[in-house]
């Protein structure tokens, strides 16, 4: 019989209990790092996102081991301790997201003609 979780619900902690060891991987550059809780242990898992340090992409959070599974072999471990923010992720998190004009009219598209015969 299990008991109570220990850990807060959604939150980091919680998922490595469940699950065992997680992994943030790059699918741009195909690789993927361990990852080490620290100070997000208590954090909600589903408000954080992650970005790669070599080429900015997003990273995504993976529960299983990206090279072990079929059809990854060619993802590659790359432990680097405290590695630097990449410019562009840099940008790409701190900037306000852009704001799409309201569209205007009928539901047509811009520059096209209205039939009012129809």
Known sequence: MAGPPSALPNSFAELQETFGPLY???DVCRRHVRLELGGLRDL???????????????????????????GMQDYRLDPVADPPRHRAAVVRLTLPPKRCEPVRGNGELPGRKIDLRR
């Open 24 to 26: 943030v991987r790059c």
């Open 44 to 70: 909600d898992y589903r408000s954080k996102t992650f970005s790669c340090s070599v080429c900015g992409g997003p990273g995504s959070l993976a529960i299983i081991n990206p090279s072990a599974e079929p």
